[in-house]
């Protein structure tokens, strides 16, 4: 294995060169939790090496956000200043670079927290940050989501005596960092997930079933869904990928066509809290019954932050041959186990999955395309080795998409 340094290297020119594609003169936010942010400087170090003009590190300490929930209303937690808006104008319109390095090292803090005032919290940022949010999701500037051995993760993942270098020797081949050169093995990557998504496209499905032992769900499409995976397109014409590392290929559903029950499989993070054991039904698109062996609370509050947050706005399917599934650990980063397993995200659909998502100018446009809105947009993990997905394509034929969590030959 390379030694650490090297990896941390290598790991932060694949963010700056294949996360978010920086192009010389464009400028870039990251945020970061205080521990990992000795890693964060390592990103803008790589970042300014390849041209960037500025770069701003963003610090989210959940211990502050836990001490004003503790201390604060329901009221003056909604509060966010003005100049939030003012600064996410600014990097919409100067195609600002995002790169959020997930909290693992810190979570902890927000672990038993008053789940409406944490909700409170969380819908005054979503309220304050939508329009932004909403130009990342249509894909108009480059954004990547990453996280970052430390301590804390690697005990969580790998018990007490764990030690980062044991987390980092099973991270390597996932982020493809022990080959002898990562931004090619993850363009070659990412040139299999793309002719996965095409031959799906090819298909022209009309719905897919998911069944396994826990999980029996319909869900439909509408004729303008494409597949993506592999990188997103930019106005420049550039990909980025959106989420290192990825192993997924994903569309946007449409919002009313969810019939049936799914059960999660692996712990996810809600509102910066972990649920476990998630069984969602689902009547024409809309969850109308809701449990969880862990987090209720936390999914209750979830499921009330707006009408959206009841609908899904993505379906994403993953092999459970992939890197991650084949590490065998359960790495309490909805990043990571996103891409072990097939998925579902509750809340805002990628307007950039539909063929015509640019005439899609307003909410009232996406949603009559299909195209749920929401406030939220997290992703629950269903996939399983027993899982089977049948698609039924618009011409009423049936198509093995995937056999017991492996996509079958032919795609």
């Known amino acids: 294995m390379k030694d650490i340094k090297t990896m941390e290297r ?70 966010v200043p003005d100049f939030a808006k003012n600064i996410d104008y600014e990097m919409m319109v100067k ?36 329009l932004y949010q909403l130009s990342r999701m249509r894909h108009e500037h480059p ?31 996932i982020l493809r960092l022990d080959t002898p050169d990562p931004i090619t093995a993850w363009q070659e990557h990412a040139d299999t997930l793309l002719a996965r998504g095409k031959y799906l496209d090819s298909l022209e499905i ?38 290192i590392p990825t192993e997924e290929v994903f569309s946007t559903p449409d919002r009313l066509t969810a019939n049936g029950r799914v059960v999660t499989t692996r712990p996810v993070s809600v509102m910066d809290s972990l649920v476990e054991d998630v069984v969602l039904e689902f009547k024409d698109g809309k969850v109308v019954s809701c449990t ?13 932050t707006d009408e959206g947050a009841r609908y899904l706005g993505e379906v994403a399917l993953v092999d459970e041959d992939s890197p991650i599934a084949k590490a065998k650990h359960v790495f309490h980063s909805i990043l990571f186990d996103e891409n072990a397993s097939c998925h579902l995200a509750l809340g805002a659909g990628y307007p950039s ?32 080795p027993d899982m089977d997905i049948v ?15 492996r996509f079958v030959l032919g795609n």
């Open 10 to 79: 290598a790991y932060a020119e694949l963010i700056v060169n294949s996360g978010v594609a920086l192009y010389p003169g464009q400028c870039l936010q990251i945020k970061t939790g205080p521990e990992n942010y000795p890693f964060a400087q390592q990103v803008a170090i790589a970042a300014y090496e390849s041209g960037a003009l500025l770069v701003q590190i963003e610090i989210d300490d959940l211990r502050l956000v836990r001490k004003r929930t503790d201390s604060q209303s329901i009221e003056q937690l909604s509060q």
């Open 95 to 130: 195609d600002w670079a995002y790169i959020r390095i997930d909290n693992t090292e810190d979570r902890h803090w927000l672990a038993d927290a008053d789940s409406a005032k944490l909700g409170a919290y969380k819908a005054g940022k979503a309220n304050s940050g939508r």
């Open 143 to 173: 954004w990547c989501v990453v996280c970052a051995p430390g301590p804390q993760w690697a005990k969580q993942i790998l018990g007490e005596n764990a030690t980062v270098e044991d987390l980092w020797e099973i991270m390597a081949p």
């Open 206 to 243: 009309r719905s897919l079933h998911f069944k396994s032992s826990k999980t029996d769900l319909t869900i439909g499409f509408t004729e303008q869904h494409r597949w993506m995976g592999g990188g997103d397109p930019l106005p420049n014409g550039g990909f980025f990928l959106a989420n």
């Open 292 to 304: 969880a062996k862990k987090g209720q609370s936390i999914m209750d509050r979830f499921l009330d």
């Open 353 to 384: 999955c539909l063929a015509n998502y640019e005439t899609l100018n307003s909410d009232e446009k996406l949603l009559g395309a299909g195209c749920n809105r929401s406030l939220v947009h997290t992703d629950f993990m269903v996939g399983s």
């Open 391 to 405: 698609a039924t394509t618009r011409e009423n034929k049936k198509v093995q998409i995937m056999r017991q969590g």
